[in-house]
């Protein structure tokens, strides 16, 4: 019978006890735009979580791995996977024990960050570089309009309409338009003009359902290289922008 008894208050004993976890840290971004390549601050509101001796119940807890929204490269079932969220290695610059500064990769894309602790509350917004202009900046739904870049987005050593064709359908949306809290929308594929397209330009037709946004072009050289990127397919490279976009919103007039 003392056994028994022993034997539960064991049990009682590891099963009452909850595992110590580190509470989840809610962090902001400060910049309400940050360009690729400069610096993002991060601020923990509650938790001086920059701190190396700071933990939270009894576990230590700190940023080392920051993770980034960029484009993956890479399909799956014939598909191609764009937005994901990207883990590496962070250079985190301690300001003080609940602000701290990191680099933003060149190939980032607006989102939420997130690390071992935690995420922030808002999203990393990114400036990408102005890079297109457009035929007319103001159409309605049916009009053609051009889009032109100061740099190529696509790698023009390989670009063809038949790798256009085979991008088109495996889900590689070239055109994106920005509304509103920095969300981007697909342009439907069918609306671009296929024989139009050159490696640093772009035509396509406004259909009933878009609104006014800033125009961004995806730029093939800013995906995320990984083990799963058809090299044949898309060429990454190094410090390259993830979108390219107009200096000012295309207005659609109804």
């Given at each position: 019978m003392k056994k028994i008894l022993i034997f539960l208050l064991i049990c009682v004993t590891f099963i009452g006890c909850p595992a110590y976890t580190p509470?989840?840290?809610e962090c902001e971004i400060l910049e309400t735009e940050v360009k690729p390549g400069d610096f993002a601050t991060l601020y923990?509101?509650?938790?001086?979580?920059?701190?190396?001796?700071?933990?939270?119940?009894g576990v230590e807890s700190a940023i080392e791995q920051v993770g980034i929204i960029c484009n993956g490269a890479y399909k799956e079932n014939n598909q191609l996977f764009i937005n994901y969220l990207h883990i590496q290695d962070m250079t985190i610059t301690k300001i003080s024990g609940d602000t701290a500064t990191f680099a933003v990769p060149f190939n980032s894309v607006t989102g939420v960050v997130y690390f071992r602790s935690g995420y922030t509350t808002n999203k990393l917004a990114i400036q990408y570089p102005q890079e297109l202009d457009m035929s007319d900046d103001s159409v309605s739904v049916g009009d053609e309009v051009t889009i032109t870049s100061g740099k190529d987005f696509f790698d023009k050593d390989t670009f063809s309409k038949k790798k256009l064709q085979q991008l088109s359908d495996i889900g590689y949306n070239l055109v994106w338009i920005t509304t509103g809290d920095n969300n981007?929308?697909?342009?439907?594929?069918k609306k671009?003009?296929?024989?139009?397209?050159?490696?640093?330009?772009v035509t396509f037709i406004i259909p009933e359902e878009m609104k006014t946004g800033t125009v961004n072009i995806i730029n093939e050289g800013g995906f995320e290289k990984s083990n799963y990127t058809d090299e044949a397919l898309i060429v990454c490279k190094a410090n390259e922008n993830a979108f390219y976009s107009t200096k000012k919103a295309l207005e659609i007039t109804r």
């Open positions: 509470p989840v840290v923990s509101k509650k938790y001086s979580i920059f701190n190396d001796d700071w933990s939270g119940n981007k929308l697909p342009l439907d594929r671009l003009i296929i024989e139009k397209i050159t490696s640093n330009s």
